[in-house]
């Protein structure tokens, strides 16, 4: 009895090691390169596949800037830097003009492939610039007095 209760430790063991890479992969493949290649092969049958890592909390808004130019243009620069010792997925980027009372007045998305110059990969401890050049046409951008900016995964 004893044995088949161990036998079933050592399943349930290696169920739970299974999960925990399936889980994990896209950071197993970071941070050990060699098993890139197992972990997709693994990966196949379940449907899922390895990918650059996503850790947002490694992502950091380093410096930004909005100005306008003429009119309704306006410059949007934005530098990213990744405190993590791997490199990660390049974020979508969520920009929100306010006004005095810091409500927002217009909200945009960009996703990463629609913004210019970006990589698909933010190097570990790397920086990124990005430079967004805006038309907004809305008239109540005229009461702006400020901006948020924001990076996330979708």
């Keep these: 009895m004893r044995g088949v209760l161990w036998g079933l430790c050592g399943m349930l063991a290696l169920g ?23 972990l997709a092969a693994a990966c196949r049958p379940l449907g899922c596949s390895v990918g650059a890592v996503h850790q947002i909390e490694s992502v950091v808004i380093d410096s930004s800037n909005l100005a306008r130019r003429l009119d309704n243009f306006y ?6 830097k990744n405190t993590a010792t791997v490199p990660v997925a ?3 980027l969520e920009l929100s003009l306010t006004d005095s009372r810091e409500n927002v007045i217009v909200r945009r998305v960009f996703l990463p492939d629609e913004l ?21 046409a809305d008239q109540s951008v ?8 924001l990076v996330f995964y979708p």
């Design 75 to 80: 410059a949007f620069d934005l530098v990213l």
């Design 16 to 38: 739970l090691l299974g999960q925990v890479m399936v889980h994990e992969r896209d950071s197993l493949a970071a941070r050990l390169p060699a098993a890139g290649g197992w």
């Design 142 to 149: 005229s009461s702006m007095s400020g901006y948020r900016a």
């Design 90 to 92: 390049f974020p979508a």
């Design 116 to 136: 210019p110059g970006a990589p698909v990969l933010l190097p570990a401890q790397g920086h990124q610039s990005v430079s967004l050049r805006l038309s907004i």
